[in-house]
């Protein structure tokens, strides 16, 4: 069943889903070049998940994993919570991920942070997980330059996350521009 207007086309008797890089920008790092994603993941942190359309394909990447989808904004929430009662590893979280404290009961110990969300204070929220989760080795993070700041340049609000990562203990393996799709947004695949 489509989650947003996807196509899918059978060959032999696999299904094969369409992934929109247009739509995903994890899609359009990896069109990009992008190999980071681990091989294995037992759970997985996913921050900004809004109706669920990136959260799907990593549902369907990862079968075995626990996807918990936090997204603050109600609208999109109520299309993520259909998407969840449709699949078994997704574990949707109605709330601000700038309180990690409210959420972290639920999970047992996740591998991986995912965040996609546009707020001026996005590193400062990655921190607050990443501190509160200390299973955490590894994240893909999506730098929204433009959110942090919309007057300096994207590359200067880049190098500053770069510096602010280095400097509370994640190594910025790499950064893949994504623009056209998405301009001035940026992956990040950190570990620590
Ligand atoms: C760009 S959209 C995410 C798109 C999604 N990652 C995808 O690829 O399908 C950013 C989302 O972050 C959510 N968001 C913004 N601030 C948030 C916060 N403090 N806590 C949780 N979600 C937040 C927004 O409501 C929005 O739905």
């Given at each position: ?189 950190l570990r620590r």
């Open positions: 069943m489509p989650v947003y207007g996807e196509t899918f086309r059978r060959s032999g008797s696999r299904l094969m889903r369409e992934w929109v890089a247009r739509r995903s920008k994890l899609a359009t790092a990896i069109l990009k070049g992008f190999r980071g994603l681990p091989a294995g993941l037992g759970e997985m942190l996913y921050l900004g998940a809004s109706t669920g359309t990136t959260v799907s394909h990593l549902s369907d990447i990862y079968p075995r994993s626990r996807i918990f989808a936090v997204e603050v904004a109600l609208e999109p929430f109520s299309r993520l919570l259909r998407l969840a009662e449709r699949r078994s590893n997704i574990y949707p979280v109605l709330d601000d991920a700038s309180f990690p404290e409210r959420y972290s009961f639920f999970l047992e110990a996740p591998d991986l942070i995912y965040q996609d969300i546009s707020q001026r204070n996005q590193v400062q929220i990655f921190m607050w997980n990443a501190d509160h989760f200390d299973s955490v080795r590894e994240a893909i993070f999506i730098l929204k330059a433009t959110s942090i700041n919309s007057r300096e340049k994207p590359q200067r609000v880049l190098e500053r996350a770069i510096t602010e990562f280095e400097g509370s203990g994640w190594k910025v393996l790499n950064v893949i521009d994504l623009s056209p799709n998405a301009r001035n947004n940026y992956l990040m695949h």
